[in-house]
Structures are given as C-alpha cells and as structure tokens.
C-alpha cells in the first residue's frame, strides 16, 4: 500500500496515465516513499510527476556509432560508468565523495537538457568495507575494554572481508548516497541490481528491459550495479558467441548500453584513456582515436588498483559496444583538473580521453601532422638559405602560373558562401581573390626570399669568456607554428613563405569557408617544398578538429598565431594551454587630428585609414579631433568627405555635447567596426588624445597629423601601442608595406614581437660554446684561470 500510495501523484498527474509493471514499482517506490508530498512548482520547467525537465531537441535513429567526436553534441541515451578507481578513496576504504559530487552534478545537467542518462557504478564493496571495518573495530574494542578492565587497548586486527558481504553491506548506502545527491537537483534516481542471469535469462531480460525503459519514460536516472552479493566468482573466457558475458560492471556497461540501444557510453577510470603502451612508460602516448583492428599496436599494462577489470578488459567491452552500435569513449574520472567537467566536455565533443570509432579517416591525425610538421621543419632549417630561398621563389611562380586554378577554387567558396548567407560583407571581402591579389602575393614572398639569405644561424653576439672558450648566440627557428585564420585564403602563401624563410614547421587551420581556395594554395606550397624533399613541413589540418582542442597540443605546438575576428583571438587566448599565442584581440586604431594639421593631407589620410579596407584590423576604428576644429571648413571638409565615402558616424559622448542633432551616440568606445563606421570623439589637446588612446585602444596602430613637429615628437613618444606614425595612413602598419615581405600577424604583445611580425619575429636564439677541456673549478678563487668576458666581432652579414 505504501508504494501505491507514493506513486499516486504519478498516476494522478494531469493528461498522462501510465500502468507499471511490478519490477518498476519495485524499483522507484523507496524514492517515492521519502519524497511523495514534495511538490516543484517553476513556470519555465516542465513537470512529469514532479520531475522537472527541459525539453531538448534531442534524436537520433539508432542503428550505426557516431563517425566523429564533434557529432557526440547529439547523443540523446547515455550511459556513464563509474570504475573503482573513480568511486572510491585512495586507501580503498569509503567513497570519493567530492568526485562523486561533481559527477552527478554532470549527469544532472545533462539529465535536465532532455537526454536520457544511466549509471553504472561501482563502489558498494568499497562502502561496505568501511562500514563493517568501523563495526569490527568497534566490536573488538568493546571486547577488550571488557576483558582487560582498562581503557588502553592493543593493537586489534582486522580479519580480511569478503567481497560478497561488503557488497551487502554496502548496497544501500551508497544508493541512499546517490538519492541524496541528485536530489539537489530535482532528480529521482532508482536503483536496479543485476546478475549476468538477468541477461542470458530471456523473461528476466525483457523485465530488466522494461523497467529501465519505464525509468527513462519518466525522466528518473537509473543506478545499475552488478549484484556483488549473490553474484558468483568470474569464469574467465566465458562469452557466448557474438554475446559479451557480465564478468565485471565493464562488460556490465557495455551489455547495457547495447541493449538499450543508447548512443554514448562513457567508460571513467583512472587513466586519462587508451596509450599504446603501458601509461607511465617514458614512450606511452595517448590515443586520441582507437579503431577496430588496432589491438595489435597496443601493450596493455595491470589492472588498476581497484575493481576487477583492467584497460584490456574494457577496450574489449568497448569494441564489442561499438559492434553493437554505440559509441565509447575511455577518459580519466579521477584527474582532480578535469574530473569536474569531463563527462560534460565529452558530449560537448572535445578532445577528452579515447574515442573509439568505426570510421578511419582518409589522411594522417593532427597529431601526426604535428610530428610530421616538426621533423619537416628540422629537416627545413638544416637547409642551405639559398635553397630556403629557392622554395619561396618557386611558390611565387606557382601564384602566377596557376592564377585560373586558384581562382577558380576560390570562386566555389565565394559562392557558397553567399548561398548559405552566413557571412557578412567584410568577411566575403577578405575571402575574396583576385589577380591583383595574387600578383601582390608574389611580389611580397619574393621580397621574402631576397632578405631571408641570412636569417636562420646568423650570429648576434660572440663572447671570449676565457682563453680558447668562446660562446655564441645564433638564431635558430621556433619550431613548430600553428596558425588559425579565417576567411583569409591569401594568408595561407604568405604564412607558409615566412615559414620557410625561418626554418620552422607550419600547421595551418583555415576557416571552412574557404576550403576550396585553401587546398589549392596548400597543394602548390607542398609542390613548392617539394623540390628539396620538405614536403611535410607545411601541413593543412583537415580533420574535424576544433581549435579549442588544437589549442592543447603544447607537447607539438610551440607557437600559436591567430589571424582572425576579435572574438576568435580572445577564445585562442582563453583556450591555449601552455603554448604561447602571438597576436591581437583588437584593431582600434585612431587618427588624432591636430590644430596646425594640414587640410590637404587631414582628408587624404582619414580617406585611407577608413575606406581603402574597411574590414582590416589595421583600418581607423575612432576619429579624435581637437576641440578648436569644430565648426572650422576643415571640419566640415572630413564630415562630407565622409557621407560621400558612406561612413556611418557615431558620435562619441564629447562630441555628442557640442551638437543639437548628432549622430547615433557611440555605445561603446572600445569599438572595432570592421565596415564603413566609425567613432568620432572630441579632445582638448594631444595630452588628452594620448590618454584617451591609452584608455580605449588596443596598442595597435594609433596616427597623429599635424605640422607642429614638438607636438608630432610628444604623440610619437608617449603613445605606447606596437605602431605610431605621423602623418601617415594606419593602413601602413603591415609587413609587405613595412619591407618584410609579409607578416604573420601583428602583434600588440610587448615579449618577444611587437608590431607586424615577419621572419625576425619567428625566430628565437640558441647558445653555443665551444671551449678546450674547460671546467668550472679552473675559474675559483684559487684556480688557474680568469674570466675574460670579452666582445668578439661579429661577421659581415650577407646583405646581396
């Protein structure tokens, strides 16, 4: 009577009648029993028996594994299995209970987005052990206390526990735990016991079967766990054909997730997943991807310190959960970093743990495009220059030659792009190629091969330190570059000739939209590199690979250039870890028109800055004006100069004060339009106009015109941004227009590069010594030598 008492709410809910079986009644009817009265009421919820949740557009037709990890975002059915190692302490001894916390609270937000998740958990015999070792240790104190007529006790010996009766012991309180917790979340957990019978039994089967379906109908998690206390001993190479048996909650998961047709199972231990040989050996390397077959390639080490399965045993679970159509995915639960996002990073589709996966791809991983890119950029920067220099030339050559193919390529992604709508108009701007886009393309890499003769082992200082020892520094490459940029087909050749120029490896990342125009220039670079045997150095990832997850290759990635939108540098700045990123976030850049500028240049400048490529991050972004300007011809002449160049003007909250009728009002000042836009604000001297720049800009590109030399000389001094001309376009703050052939970026961080970064920027130093049987104690206070420290002339650079 109580359990159909507490189910009554369900039964009584409006518009919905259900009729449950006795097994489900059975399973939900302990949390109905403490909770029936509770009553959640929250317009923006959906209830079901007092159950909240968010609907969610979530299905999918079961039948085939996902092919990528990126596709894991629509995984309706999963299920989350917690090993030993994850559940318990490290003494072995009780439960993890902050990790176990953060666990439910990750299937509790996944629960509540409308998927449908299960758990399968261990932890029971862990939990019982705790308890029966407290009652045992209890028991024999009182014992001795009794005997011994005094409080001191001796040293009391705890008798080995078995298995089976920790299990039973332990059952209910950690379930009574898991109901706890998810109860924070307005969720309702039930518990379900198994036995390899429930499986190869067909009746018992299909009540197992139904009541996990009834569990999920009505939004409640399932807790499933293997039986320990009835369950017998494994037998060892016991699977029926074609049939995995249920030796460990492993095989448990993995027989659960198939019969329940689920899309995702997530398989948490105590690695951080699957290595081609043993984890901790110096040579153990993750496997991002695990494919049908590759068993051969991997040793597999010891079973982790809890539990009754090791790795082998669940790559088998998961290879025969992937058969059955389900993806899986092995990721460390116990990491104190990542445990507390794992399972969610997992469904996002991040690179988390081993993807297991049906579909090889056709050409290398990133990761083994990185290795390649490194082994090609040593092979690189061992080159002669002129051979360095060679390859560049010969890419330019290929820029020419192979004009229609290019832009051909480049007209399909045009098209696409414009079909799907899904650009806007500067964007399609920086997509677009043209002849005289490449022409110039040509011009500036062969300016890059000309000045690169002498870059890679120039030396930069010579010391004598002593008699016949003699130090160097010299410049050598980075190593290995990884540079992300966007509708920016013409970046990929310039990139790749100061690439080579410096002796370093390239992965590229291009942006989808320009997929065509980047194979083709990507083709033609690798021919390039081609003629002295450096194909690989240059690589264009393909993959589905996001850059959030291309971020954390620190062990292959010494550099990280972003060439692209505001948002897309600050979300590589937030996701790089460990590896350093080159660049700018912003391009504001501001023109400060001074009281003795001269009008014939004032219009021509502004004109430039703004309207030559609005979209550049090097485009004038705020206009600042000298108050004594207002209301002058002058004046007047930049406002219709203006309106005819069709710049939208918004006015800053200054500038807005003077005027009875202005222009919308700036919402911000920290603005990067990118289009025919811009701020227009007024100042009261170049003091002013100096702090204004220091307090809104981005330390990129910031101009003074004037004909008043001091007040040029202040401007030119006291701005602190990467780039500051006088009487100058911004738009000169650039690498071909700077004499460097070509940039990878500009760069508005003040360590190692500042300004448009060409060849000198992607280079770093080494330090040789070369001495004669020196050693350190020759140099004490009673040794035989001295220190010399002496400046050594450095040799004629190759200027031809």
């Known amino acids: 009577?109580?359990?159909?008492?507490?189910?009554?709410?369900?039964?009584?809910?409006?518009?919905?009648?259900?009729?449950?079986?006795?097994?489900?009644?059975?399973?939900?009817?302990?949390?109905?029993?403490?909770?029936?009265?509770?009553?959640?009421?929250?317009?923006?919820i959906r209830y079901w028996s007092n159950i909240p949740f968010i609907t969610m557009p979530l299905s999918r037709a079961h039948g085939k594994s996902f092919a990528h990890r990126s596709e894991l975002k629509h995984a309706k059915r999963i299920v989350v299995k917690l090993g030993s190692a994850v559940v318990t302490r490290g003494d072995e001894c009780g439960l993890a209970l902050g990790r176990l916390a953060s666990i439910v609270e990750q299937v509790s937000m996944l629960q509540n987005q409308g998927r449908e998740m299960m758990i399968v958990t261990s932890g029971a015999v862990a939990f019982g052990k705790q308890r029966l070792r407290h009652e045992i240790l209890l028991s024999q104190s009182v014992r001795q206390a009794l005997h011994s007529g005094q409080s001191q006790l001796k040293d009391m010996a705890i008798p080995v526990l078995e298995a089976r009766a920790c299990a039973a012991a332990g059952q209910s309180g950690l379930m009574a735990l898991y109901e706890a917790m998810f109860t924070q979340y307005s969720i309702c957990a039930a518990q379900i016991l198994v036995t390899n019978l429930d499986f190869h039994d067909e009746q018992k089967r299909r009540n197992l079967n139904g009541t996990l379906h009834e569990l999920l109908r009505m939004n409640i998690v399932p807790i499933i766990n293997t039986n320990d206390a009835v369950v017998p001993p494994p037998e060892p190479n016991s699977d029926l054909q074609g049939v995995i048996s249920v030796k460990d909650n492993d095989s448990l998961a993995a027989r659960l997730a198939v019969e329940m047709k689920t899309d995702l199972l997530i398989v948490l231990s105590d690695v951080e997943g699957l290595f081609d040989s043993p984890p901790g050996s110096d040579d153990a390397k993750l496997i991002d991807i695990f494919y049908p077959g590759d068993q051969q390639s991997v040793t597999f080490g010891t079973k982790s310190r809890v539990g009754m399965g090791g790795m082998e045993a669940k790559v088998k679970a998961a290879l025969w959960t992937l058969q059955g159509g389900t993806s899986v995915v092995i990721a460390n639960g116990t990491h104190p970093k990542i445990s507390g996002h794992v399972i969610t990073d997992?469904?996002?589709?991040?690179?988390?743990?081993?993807?297991?996966?049906?579909?090889?791809?056709?050409?290398?991983?990133?990761?083994?495009?990185?290795?390649?890119?490194?082994?090609?950029?040593?092979?690189?920067?061992?080159?002669?220059?002129?051979?360095?220099?060679?390859?560049?030339?010969?890419?330019?050559?290929?820029?020419?030659?192979?004009?229609?193919?290019i832009l051909l390529a480049n007209k399909k992604d045009l098209e696409e792009a414009e079909n799907k709508g899904r650009l806007a108009l500067p964007l399609l701007k920086r997509l677009s190629l043209s002849t005289s886009k490449l022409n110039s393309l040509a011009i500036g890499l062969r300016q890059i091969a000309a000045s690169s003769q002498d870059s890679v082992g120039r030396i930069i200082r010579r010391t004598r330190i002593a008699k016949d020892l003699e130090l160097e520094q010299v410049t050598v490459p980075i190593g290995v570059l990884l540079v992300i940029f966007e509708s920016r087909p013409d970046c990929l050749p310039q990139v790749s000739a100061l690439a080579i120029a410096s002796g370093n490896g390239l992965l590229l990342k291009g942006g989808k939209e320009a997929a065509y125009s980047n194979q083709i220039l990507h083709h033609l670079t690798q021919e390039a590199l081609s003629i002295h045997g450096v194909k690989d150095a240059v690589q264009l990832v393909n993959t589905r690979e996001e850059v959030e997850d291309l971020c954390r290759l620190d062990k292959l990635i010494d550099l990280i250039i972003p060439r692209g939108s505001s948002q897309l540098v600050r979300n590589i700045q937030k996701a790089a870890k460990g590896i350093p990123v080159m660049g700018h976030s912003e391009g504001i850049c501001h023109v400060y028109v001074d009281t003795d500028a001269s009008v014939e240049k004032v219009t021509r400048i502004i004109r430039d800055s703004k309207c030559e490529y609005p979209a550049a991050c090097n485009a004038l972004e705020t206009l600042l004006i000298h108050r004594d300007l207002l209301r002058t011809p002058l004046f007047d002449q930049i406002i219709d100069m203006l309106r005819v160049e069709q710049v939208k003007i918004h006015a800053g909250p200054k500038f807005a004060s003077y005027l009875t009728f202005s222009p919308s009002e700036v919402k911000s000042l920290r603005t990067e339009y990118g289009d025919l836009e811009c701020c227009i604000e007024v100042v009261d001297s170049v003091q002013e106009a100096v702090e204004h720049i220091h307090k809104y800009g981005s330390?990129?590109?910031?101009?003074?015109?004037?004909?008043?030399?001091?007040?040029?000389?202040?401007?030119?001094?006291h701005v602190d941004s990467a780039c500051v001309f006088w009487n100058a376009s911004t738009r000169f703050s650039d690498?071909?227009?700077?004499?460097?052939?070509?940039?990878?970026?500009?760069?508005?961080?003040?360590?190692?590069?500042?300004?448009?970064?060409?060849?000198?920027?992607?280079?770093?130093?080494k330090w040789l010594l070369r001495g004669d049987n020196h050693v350190v104690s020759d140099f004490s206070e009673h040794g035989s030598m001295k220190y010399l420290h002496e400046s050594l002339p450095l040799p004629q650079r190759n200027t031809n």
Not at 9 to 35: N, Q, T
Request: hydrophobic share 40%.
């Open 699 to 717: 330390s990129h590109t910031d101009v003074i015109i004037t004909e008043n030399e001091t007040t040029a000389e202040f401007f030119l001094q």
């Open 346 to 405: 997992i469904v996002e589709g991040k690179k988390v743990g081993t993807f297991f996966s049906e579909v090889k791809p056709a050409g290398p991983t990133v990761e083994q495009q990185g290795e390649m890119s490194r082994a090609g950029g040593r092979t690189l920067a061992a080159l002669q220059p002129e051979q360095r220099a060679e390859i560049i030339y010969r890419l330019a050559d290929l820029l020419t030659d192979q004009r229609e193919e």
């Open 735 to 765: 690498g071909y227009r700077f004499g460097l052939g070509a940039e990878v970026g500009i760069s508005t961080s003040r360590i190692h590069a500042r300004g448009p970064v060409g060849i000198e920027g992607l280079l770093t130093t």
């Open 1 to 44: 009577m109580l359990c159909r008492a507490a189910l009554s709410p369900l039964v009584r809910s409006p518009g919905w009648c259900f009729v449950l079986p006795p097994h489900a009644i059975a399973a939900i009817s302990r949390f109905y029993i403490l909770r029936h009265n509770q009553r959640l009421r929250n317009e923006s």
